[in-house]
């Protein structure tokens, strides 16, 4: 009997990138949160997104949801958070 190891890292290794710079202060700033779609981000997020406008005084929040819970966002969610000054991302599992 052959067993096979199969490695599951990527051969190329990932892309080198820089942290975003993180404000001092979110008051009056747009903050994005970005579900997975599954059902346990929605009491999550209703948390955060209280604790952003009561605690923090943000200026907006837009929440979005994408497609697939296991695949990246799309295209068109990237391109709305460029537009945010802040974005919070979670797993509802």
Do not use: C
């Amino acid at each position: 009997m052959t067993i096979e190891i199969l490695d599951p890292t990527y051969g190329d290794g990932a892309a080198e990138f820089t942290e975003a710079a993180r404000p001092a202060d979110l008051a009056g700033l747009t903050v994005g949160i970005v579900s997975n779609g599954k059902q346990g981000t929605r009491p999550l997020f209703d948390a955060i997104e209280a604790e952003l406008r009561h605690r923090h005084a943000v200026g907006e929040v837009v929440r979005l949801t994408k497609q697939n819970y296991s695949a990246p966002a799309e295209v068109e969610v990237m391109d709305q958070a460029k537009k945010w000054q802040a974005l919070v991302a979670g797993v509802g599992d």
